[in-house]
């Protein structure tokens, strides 16, 4: 069991003593499941990069812009948002801590089950 503020504070402390002023944590591994927290200091970013086939960006500290081709959001302190499915970055507009989910399989349904049948029960 991890506990976020304690996650919170240790990658923003690393990424002031990182000379490119972020750092991440993948805390938790389960199968497909991946969940890191990225801090970037204000005016520093992650490139463009693939999408991963289900992803969410919670902002747990400042304020950050999430962009793709022909777009982008600003997103504050406690917002969620769904990563698009394409190219991607982010800039951090504040000192900012971000929660990345990700799913990095899908498993296709067995053959004759409707999509998303398995998860109604």
């Known amino acids: 069991m991890e506990n976020l503020e304690t996650l919170i504070r240790d990658q923003l402390d690393d990424a002031r003593a990182s000379a490119h002023g972020r750092s991440a944590h993948l ?71 971000v929660l990345l989910t990700a799913v990095t399989a899908v498993r296709e349904p067995a053959p004759g089950v409707p999509a998303g049948a398995a998860a109604r029960g």
């Open 27 to 97: 805390f938790l591994h389960d199968g497909p499941l991946r969940q890191t927290v990225i801090a970037l200091l204000a005016g520093t970013s992650l490139d463009e990069h693939n999408a991963p086939p289900a992803a969410s960006l919670h902002v747990l500290r400042g304020r950050v812009r999430l962009t793709w081709a022909g777009g982008g959001q600003v997103l504050i302190a406690g917002q969620v948002t769904a990563i698009p499915h394409t190219r991607h970055g982010l800039a951090a507009l504040d000192d900012s801590v």
